[in-house]
Nanobody, 120 residues
Framework: QVQLVESGGGLVRAGGSLRLSCAAS????????MAWHRQAPGKQRELVAT???????NYADSVKGRFTISRDNAKNTVYLQMNNLKPEDTAVYYC??????????????WGQGTQVTVSS
């Protein structure tokens, strides 16, 4: 069993910044890709950013230049630095990760989500 616990959400004014964290724990031998997704009210969940074990990143066009994804492999943690936030960034943000257990079984889990609200 693997747990992903997010933190760092909150209420911020447009133009402000927030930093989300997601720590993985449990039966982990290795972690491959880590990612952040978000879901706004009435909309489908969408991919925000991904990062590979080696640090290769990919971003949704809507957040390029404003958001930065990073990871600390020693802490099994992924971060999302969000700058110049806009009201349309308001959503529940979820982290997702996949990897192998010590018995080399594949795992893929989601966090419980953290609310980000950007006021205009």
């Amino acid at each position: 069993q693997v747990q992903l616990v997010e933190s760092g959400g909150g209420l911020v004014r447009a133009g402000g910044s927030l930093r989300l964290s997601c720590a993985a724990s449990g039966s982990i031998f290795s972690i491959n890709d880590m990612a952040w997704h978000r879901q706004a009210p009435g909309k489908q969940r969408e991919l925000v950013a991904t990062i590979t074990t080696g640090g290769i990143t990919n971003y949704a066009d809507s957040v390029k230049g404003r958001f930065t994804i990073s990871r600390d492999n020693a802490k099994n943690t992924v971060y999302l630095q969000m700058n110049n936030l806009k009201p349309e960034d308001t959503a529940v943000y979820y982290c997702n990760a996949n990897g192998l257990t010590p018995r080399f079984l594949v795992w893929d889990y989601w966090g419980q989500g953290t609310q980000v609200t950007v006021s205009s």
